[in-house]
């Protein structure tokens, strides 16, 4: 029987850093090197946000660039991991009763290949995304991660991937920020305590959290896969954020692993 695989939500911030070096991008792929090699992966990404609940199903996923204004070189980034049709139709029975499409027309869109171009960098793990339901509330993602949560159990690693403090209206676009912004250091520093602290409630009613977190999630798609990470943890098990910083000012690169 595999080992319990961790799962882990991934800060992804600027695209860039799919063709970059730096210490978050050195960092994912020590995060590779370090856990057991899982046997395909499902991706819940901020950048597949639409009014349904849907799962990959091709067998040979392709490299969606969903961004503009970037350089080539980043557009020319392929990541051609197989994808799993049986993880997908796995993952719809776990779902069941909610309706699940499975859907040949996605494929892997940056929020996913941009953290494991660099985590699994020979693209030769089977990956499988997870739409976000845009019409739902927060309580109904962390549901669909505890039911995603027996994956764990065979041998799948579960990757979250967006931002817990994502602003783009404040980000330094090309200006230098020395700082981070109060108000993302401490919305940063009052999630971790409270997942640190095993209470995940407050996160999923964050609306409630005060004018801090409205800053820092003015919109929910990339604060979302966060709590689909958060719902798969078993009782005991340990939180830990092997990746840090705050980028522009106002997007967080943490990274959160459950268990591992």
Not at 18 to 46: D, H, L, V
Not at 144 to 168: Q, T, W, Y
Not at 201 to 220: D, H, M, N, W
Request: with cysteine; hydrophobic share 40%; net charge negative.
């Amino acid at each position: 029987m595999p080992e319990l695989m961790p799962a882990i939500f991934f800060g992804h911030g600027n695209p860039m850093n799919a063709i970059s070096t730096n210490s978050y991008t050195e960092s994912w792929r020590r995060i590779g090197a370090q856990i057991a090699k899982p046997k395909a992966i499902i991706a819940i990404s901020a950048h597949w946000y639409v009014p349904e609940t849907s799962v990959t199903i091709s067998s040979m996923p392709k490299t969606i660039h969903d961004f503009g204004g970037f350089p080539p070189e980043l557009y020319r980034v392929q990541y051609p991991a197989p994808g799993d049709p049986q993880l997908a139709r796995r993952v719809q029975q776990l779902l069941a009763p909610l309706p699940v499409n499975l859907d040949d027309t996605w494929g892997l869109d940056h929020g996913t290949w941009s953290v494991l171009v660099h985590v699994y960098p020979k693209a030769d793990i089977p990956v499988v995304q997870l739409s976000i339901n845009e019409t739902e509330p927060a309580s109904f993602h962390y549901e669909l991660g505890k039911k995603l949560a027996p994956l764990r159990d065979e041998g799948i690693l579960i990757v979250g991937s967006g931002n817990l403090v994502h602003n783009l209206h404040t980000y330094a676009w090309g200006r230098h920020m020395p700082d981070p912004y109060v108000w993302a250091v401490n919305f940063e520093l009052e999630a971790r305590q409270m997942m640190l602290a095993g209470d995940f409630e407050p996160l999923v009613r964050y609306e409630k959290l005060g004018p801090e977190a409205k800053l820092s999630i003015p919109t929910p798609d990339h604060y979302l896969p966060l709590l689909y990470v958060l719902a798969t943890r078993q009782q005991g098990e340990s939180i830990t954020f092997p990746v840090e910083g705050i980028d522009g000012g106002s997007i967080s690169m943490l990274s959160v692993c459950v268990g591992g």
